[in-house]
């Protein structure tokens, strides 16, 4: 009282003094702008009894007339005010919320929350027209003390009306998971005529609640508080009018497990609680101040996961940690395991902990990340689904329920008013000595006020100055942050044209907010990108050899957020390099080579990150092994054993060649597996296969679908996947690569005659003289290119130790006849070119992608189960082949969340984490490509 009564004598004081020194000029002239931004928009700046009090001390306002206030005219009109159309007349012109640019008045100076302090690109086109009007801006969200709190506000009831609408929402949210509570008969705050009859309503629901008629199923229910300003005060204000009891952050494990149905937990936590220094650890309040970049938050582990509602009312500054990230809310919103808590049909679990969030700062890309756009009192919630990282208007679905209403407090307009003009009121007098004409040097009021000036006499003044620079950051932040509507366009740089880009290219164009380009060398690969492009709007070709031309790969990629490189794995290190230098984010589908690794910390400095292993195998492979993996873990048990088989198949019908095979992808890579080392871990032990073909030896008949006659080869080393994969208990890891059975022993035969050699031959020269694919055959057998033919085939078929299978291999491929060869360097890159044209799909034929995992677990009561994964998928003649689609689609989902924020790991990321691989098994599911399980049991073996 003694402080309200202090400040109305200033501020008399004050007007008075302005009085008497301008008796002989004009009284000073305030108005009262119409709120248009919204049909809700019921508050006012001042209410009746601060405009009398204004009058009465020699102020003349202007009320511009709106039957939408929350106080009528005639209230205004009653204290003094004159209701008028224009406010030509005024100096200073009030409002809460932005005007619309069209009826700025030049020469004024405006006082609203004008959102234009972090450079909010929405409202950038209204800084420009005051700027050019010149318009002088005071900023009340700027109004602060000498200790950095906000001096005006509406936080309070920003807090109380969006606590009453989550506690409506969160009813509605349970209902819709099945569980009736008394939170069903809270109301949103805009049905209630004042707080009051609001705070009975939920007494009412807190004398249910400590009866213990809330659901036991659903277990204790814990709501965090984040800061104790105003708004988190006027959210616990309304809590505290149910059964509650307040807890310590540490308490929250044990609160989730033990804590009672018949009351409310409440969590409120502070900067300390969740952030720490990214070197060094702990918390210094004055260096986050000035240094919020160093600090990293733990608040999504060490808080959110322990939460059912979150009350989010800080204010959020650009270069600070997020409270929830976007790949945080992959983490959260994961199925929970709470075996302590009753389940059944009729009275089901929750899906997560996390119910719902409350966003009062209504900041979108803040610090609730995934909340991008704020709901509105029309529409006042979304469910969030973290899996598909998008928001439906729904109670039920997967997600978590989130409320981030930008104009909380209109919901309450008259205690809201009344609220915010008892803290506006002491610096009225002081705005009123602003003269926008004049300089903002001769501006002499209160620092308060004067520090709140956005902007003046045509430029932004030296307290704001940085928003030019925040502009320049956001028109160019194209390597930074997810894609939203407010962002400019994101670019895509897609290397590569081949077998499985277009399904790739198709997927992401779907974007209108993505500008992609197709980038191959000049061949026929370059009429294959010129092809893609003319499919989509949003794509364009581009001719570039990056072993030629390292610079234009270079400004190629500095130009765009993101690269797929979809070139052979061993361009991958060039890449990313440029990739580094140039701090953009890169996607492949192969393996991780270790010269790729060993750019793995430069990538982290350099804060890139740096996708891998998101195709078929590597990429579908794993999303299916992890999710199996984690669910037995989850369920107590372990895994024995895991044996793995994918390849890529010409369709049954379609398989009638010497190969049993067709290329769906590069012919290169696949006859270089043909070579390669194998590593694998048998019944505890390690069984190496060396290079140069043994892996051919290595064969096993595949019993698994029967029908389909398989045979199969171990792949790369499957050993080192014990460790990522967490089966450190298995005796058996095995992962191999599946072929129609007389695939092996018809490469075996190539491989004798050296064919699929990677050292250079001469007489493979591209720039040597002519050589037919017999001349070839004869030099490699040593024998003269004028041989008789049935002595050449003597001498082939003893080469190949008689083996007729081999013979009519090498017959069947036309490698006897004079054709001349494509000269490619080497033997593996000549016969690769050879066999990709020879061996290609008909217009009429089709593709088949087999993948199977066989993993063996022991449960957590001692039975033994075998769980079989099997994904089978057919190409279409008419569109994608089966590798096409399996390859590109997992690439193009894993850049897309990348360009949106839902992978922001720096450095060598794999999809072996929950985060990540169950969103792309989902959206893989939405393209037709999902896998089968079943599981039988085993007789235990110990």
Same mark, same amino acid.
């Not at 009398?52 to 106080?71: D, E, F, H």
């Not at 160019?476 to 897609?494: E, I, Q, W």
């Not at 669910?631 to 372990?638: C, Q």
């Given at each position: 009282?003694?402080?309200?009564?202090?400040?109305?004598?200033?501020?008399?004081?004050?007007?008075?003094?302005?009085?008497?020194?301008?008796?002989?000029?004009?009284?000073?002239?305030?108005?009262?702008?119409?709120?248009?931004?919204?049909?809700?928009?019921?508050?006012?700046?001042?209410? !009746?009894?601060?405009?009398?009090?204004?009058?009465?001390?020699?102020?003349?306002?202007?009320?511009?007339?709106?039957?939408?206030?929350?106080?009528?005219? @005639?209230?205004?009109?009653?204290?003094?005010?004159?209701?008028?159309?224009?406010?030509?007349?005024?100096?200073?012109?009030?409002?809460?919320?932005?005007?619309?640019?069209?009826?700025?008045?030049?020469?004024?100076?405006?006082?609203?929350?004008?959102?234009?302090?972090?450079?909010?690109?929405?409202?950038?086109?209204?800084?420009?027209?005051?700027?050019?009007?010149?318009?002088?801006? +005071?900023?009340?969200?700027?109004?602060?003390?000498?200790?950095?709190?906000?001096?005006?506000?509406?936080?309070?009831?920003?807090?109380?009306?969006?606590?009453?609408?989550?506690?409506?929402?969160?009813?509605?949210?349970?209902?819709?998971?099945?569980?009736?509570?008394?939170?069903?008969? +809270?109301?949103?705050?805009?049905?209630?005529?004042?707080?009051?009859?609001?705070?009975?309503?939920?007494?009412?629901?807190?004398? @249910?609640?400590?009866?213990?008629?809330?659901?036991?199923?659903?277990?204790?229910?814990?709501?965090?508080?984040?800061?104790?300003?105003?708004?988190?005060?006027?959210?616990?204000?309304?809590?505290?009018?149910?059964?509650?009891?307040?807890?310590?952050?540490?308490?929250?494990?044990?609160?989730?497990?033990?804590?009672?149905?018949?009351?409310?937990?409440?969590?409120?936590?502070?900067?300390?609680?969740?952030?720490?220094?990214?070197?060094?650890?702990?918390?210094?309040?004055? @260096?986050?101040?000035?240094?919020?970049?160093?600090?990293?938050?733990?608040?999504?582990?060490?808080?959110?996961?322990?939460?059912?509602?979150?009350?989010?009312?800080?204010?959020?500054?650009?270069?600070?940690?997020?409270?929830?990230?976007?790949?945080?809310?992959?983490?959260?919103?994961?199925?929970?395991?709470?075996?302590?808590?009753?389940?059944?049909?009729?009275?089901?679990?929750?899906?997560?902990?996390?119910?719902?969030?409350?966003?009062?700062?209504?900041?979108?890309?803040?610090?609730?990340?995934?909340?991008?756009?704020?709901?509105?009192?029309?529409?006042?919630?979304?469910?969030?689904?973290?899996?598909?990282?998008?928001?439906?208007?729904?109670?039920?679905?997967?997600?978590?329920?989130?409320?981030?209403?930008?104009?909380?407090?209109?919901?309450?307009?008259?205690?809201?008013?009344?609220?915010?003009?008892?803290?506006?009121?002491?610096?009225?007098?002081?705005?009123?000595?602003?003269?926008?004409?004049?300089?903002?040097?001769?501006?002499?009021?209160?620092?308060?006020?004067?520090?709140?000036?956005?902007?003046?006499?045509?430029?932004?003044?030296?307290?704001?100055?940085?928003?030019?620079?925040?502009?320049?950051?956001?028109?160019?932040?194209?390597?930074?942050?997810?894609?939203?509507?407010?962002? !400019?366009?994101?670019?895509?740089?897609?290397?590569?044209?081949?077998?499985?880009?277009?399904?790739?290219? @198709?997927?992401?164009?779907?974007?209108?907010?993505?500008?992609?380009?197709?980038?191959?060398?000049?061949?026929?690969?370059?009429?294959?990108?010129?092809?893609?492009?003319?499919?989509?709007?949003?794509?364009?070709?581009?001719?570039?050899?990056?072993?030629?031309?390292?610079?234009?790969?270079?400004?190629?990629?500095?130009?765009?957020?993101?690269?797929?490189?979809?070139?052979?794995?061993?361009?991958?290190?060039?890449?990313?390099?440029?990739?580094?230098?140039?701090?953009?984010?890169?996607?492949?589908?192969?393996?991780?080579?270790?010269?790729?690794?060993?750019?793995?910390?430069?990538?982290?400095?350099?804060?890139?990150?740096?996708?891998?292993?998101?195709?078929?195998?590597?990429?579908?492979?794993?999303?299916?092994?992890?999710?199996?993996?984690?669910?037995?873990?989850?369920?107590?048990?372990?895994?024995?054993?895991?044996?793995?088989?994918?390849?890529?198949?010409?369709?049954?019908?379609?398989?009638?060649?010497?190969?049993?095979?067709?290329?769906?992808?590069? !012919?290169?890579?696949?006859?270089?597996?043909?070579?390669?080392?194998?590593?694998?871990?048998?019944?505890?032990?390690?069984?190496?296969?060396?290079?140069?073909?043994?892996?051919?030896?290595?064969?096993?008949?595949?019993?698994?679908?029967?029908?389909?006659?398989?045979?199969?080869?171990?792949?790369?080393?499957?050993?080192?996947?014990?460790?990522?994969?967490?089966?450190?208990?298995?005796?058996?890891?095995?992962?191999?690569?599946?072929?129609?059975?007389?695939?092996?022993?018809?490469?075996?035969?190539?491989?004798?005659?050296?064919?699929?050699?990677?050292?250079?031959?001469?007489?493979?020269?591209?720039?040597?003289?002519?050589?037919?694919?017999?001349?070839?055959?004869?030099?490699?057998?040593?024998?003269?290119?004028?041989?008789?033919?049935?002595?050449?085939?003597?001498?082939?078929?003893?080469?190949?130790?008689?083996?007729?299978?081999?013979?009519?291999?090498?017959?069947?491929?036309?490698?006897?006849?004079?054709? !001349?060869?494509?000269?490619?360097?080497?033997?593996?890159?000549?016969?690769?070119?050879?066999?990709?044209?020879?061996?290609?799909?008909?217009?009429?034929?089709?593709?088949?992608?087999?993948?199977?995992?066989?993993?063996?677990?022991?449960?957590?009561?001692?039975?033994?189960?075998?769980?079989?994964?099997?994904?089978?998928?057919?190409?279409?003649?008419?569109?994608?082949?089966?590798?096409?689609?399996?390859?590109?689609?997992?690439?193009?989902?894993?850049?897309?969340?990348?360009?949106?924020?839902?992978?922001?790991?720096?450095?060598?990321?794999?999809?072996?984490?929950?985060?990540?691989?169950?969103?792309?098994?989902?959206?893989?599911?939405?393209?037709?490509?999902?896998?089968?399980?079943?599981?039988?049991?085993?007789?235990?073996?110990?």
């Amino acid at each position: 009282m003694t402080s309200m009564i202090r400040s109305q004598f200033l501020f008399r004081r004050a007007c008075s003094a302005r009085c008497m020194a301008t008796q002989a000029t004009k009284m000073p002239v305030l108005g009262i702008r119409r709120e248009t931004i919204n049909p809700w928009e019921r508050r006012a700046p001042l209410s !009746p009894h601060h405009v009398g009090r204004l009058v009465k001390s020699g102020v003349k306002v202007i009320v511009q007339p709106s039957n939408r206030r929350a106080y009528p005219a @005639e209230m205004y009109t009653n204290f003094g005010a004159k209701m008028q159309e224009s406010l030509d007349e005024c100096s200073v012109i009030m409002g809460v919320k932005t005007a619309p640019i069209d009826m700025l008045l030049p020469n004024k100076t405006y006082c609203f929350f004008s959102h234009t302090i972090k450079a909010q690109a929405d409202n950038m086109q209204l800084l420009d027209a005051m700027l050019a009007r010149n318009i002088r801006l +005071i900023d009340y969200e700027k109004m602060v003390n000498d200790q950095g709190q906000r001096v005006v506000a509406f936080g309070k009831y920003a807090g109380v009306a969006g606590m009453i609408d989550i506690l409506h929402g969160l009813g509605l949210r349970l209902l819709a998971l099945g569980h009736h509570t008394p939170f069903l008969h +809270i109301g949103l705050a805009h049905n209630y005529r004042c707080t009051a009859n609001a705070e009975q309503a939920i007494r009412d629901a807190g004398y @249910e609640i400590s009866l213990g008629l809330m659901p036991e199923s659903i277990g204790p229910l814990t709501f965090v508080f984040t800061g104790t300003g105003n708004v988190s005060q006027g959210a616990q204000e309304v809590f505290q009018e149910l059964p509650y009891e307040y807890i310590e952050p540490h308490h929250l494990p044990t609160v989730a497990q033990h804590g009672s149905r018949k009351k409310l937990y409440a969590c409120v936590v502070s900067r300390e609680d969740h952030l720490y220094k990214k070197v060094g650890g702990g918390f210094d309040a004055e @260096e986050y101040e000035n240094h919020p970049e160093l600090y990293a938050s733990s608040f999504s582990t060490k808080i959110a996961q322990y939460a059912t509602v979150l009350i989010n009312g800080i204010y959020w500054d650009p270069n600070a940690p997020k409270l929830i990230s976007i790949p945080d809310a992959k983490m959260l919103l994961q199925p929970s395991n709470q075996p302590w808590l009753p389940e059944g049909v009729g009275e089901p679990s929750l899906p997560h902990r996390l119910l719902a969030i409350c966003d009062i700062s209504a900041d979108p890309g803040g610090s609730i990340e995934f909340m991008n756009e704020c709901t509105t009192i029309e529409k006042p919630f979304c469910l969030y689904d973290a899996d598909e990282n998008k928001s439906t208007e729904n109670f039920s679905g997967p997600g978590v329920l989130v409320c981030s209403i930008d104009n909380m407090p209109t919901q309450l307009p008259q205690e809201a008013t009344d609220f915010f003009g008892d803290k506006l009121f002491p610096y009225v007098s002081e705005m009123l000595k602003s003269d926008a004409t004049q300089s903002f040097d001769a501006f002499d009021c209160d620092k308060v006020v004067k520090d709140a000036v956005i902007c003046s006499n045509g430029s932004l003044t030296p307290n704001f100055e940085y928003i030019t620079d925040l502009r320049k950051k956001s028109r160019s932040r194209h390597k930074v942050g997810p894609a939203t509507d407010s962002h !400019p366009s994101k670019k895509v740089l897609v290397l590569g044209a081949g077998y499985v880009s277009l399904p790739l290219v @198709e997927y992401l164009s779907r974007d209108e907010h993505l500008n992609i380009t197709v980038a191959d060398q000049a061949s026929v690969m370059q009429n294959e990108a010129s092809k893609i492009s003319s499919k989509f709007d949003n794509v364009s070709p581009l001719v570039l050899d990056i072993s030629e031309n390292a610079e234009a790969l270079d400004n190629m990629v500095a130009e765009h957020d993101v690269v797929v490189s979809l070139l052979p794995y061993a361009l991958h290190p060039q890449v990313a390099t440029s990739c580094i230098k140039h701090k953009t984010n890169m996607v492949t589908s192969s393996y991780v080579s270790d010269e790729l690794w060993a750019l793995d910390q430069a990538a982290r400095d350099s804060g890139v990150t740096m996708v891998n292993e998101v195709g078929l195998d590597p990429g579908i492979d794993h999303l299916l092994a992890l999710q199996c993996f984690h669910d037995v873990k989850e369920k107590g048990g372990t895994v024995k054993s895991f044996v793995s088989y994918c390849g890529g198949l010409p369709a049954p019908e379609d398989s009638e060649n010497p190969l049993r095979y067709k290329f769906s992808w590069s !012919p290169w890579g696949v006859l270089r597996n043909a070579r390669s080392a194998a590593r694998y871990l048998m019944n505890n032990k390690v069984v190496d296969v060396p290079e140069g073909g043994a892996v051919l030896d290595a064969r096993q008949d595949i019993d698994f679908l029967p029908g389909f006659n398989l045979e199969g080869i171990p792949n790369r080393d499957s050993t080192k996947y014990a460790v990522p994969y967490g089966i450190e208990s298995a005796h058996t890891i095995l992962r191999g690569t599946l072929r129609f059975k007389g695939y092996c022993e018809a490469m075996k035969g190539l491989s004798k005659l050296d064919m699929i050699n990677e050292e250079p031959h001469s007489y493979l020269h591209p720039l040597g003289p002519e050589l037919t694919w017999r001349d070839y055959i004869c030099t490699l057998l040593g024998k003269p290119h004028d041989i008789l033919p049935d002595a050449l085939k003597d001498a082939l078929y003893e080469r190949l130790e008689y083996n007729k299978h081999q013979f009519q291999t090498i017959m069947n491929l036309g490698l006897l006849e004079n054709q !001349p060869i494509e000269k490619k360097d080497t033997p593996l890159a000549t016969l690769s070119h050879y066999l990709g044209k020879r061996l290609s799909y008909g217009s009429n034929e089709r593709d088949l992608v087999i993948l199977r995992h066989e993993i063996a677990v022991e449960r957590a009561d001692k039975g033994m189960e075998q769980r079989s994964i099997s994904l089978v998928v057919y190409g279409d003649p008419n569109g994608y082949s089966a590798m096409a689609k399996c390859v590109g689609y997992p690439a193009a989902i894993a850049t897309k969340m990348v360009l949106e924020g839902e992978i922001q790991e720096k450095g060598i990321v794999t999809p072996l984490v929950p985060e990540i691989y169950r969103p792309m098994l989902h959206r893989l599911a939405c393209e037709g490509i999902s896998a089968n399980e079943t599981v039988s049991m085993l007789e235990y073996i110990p």
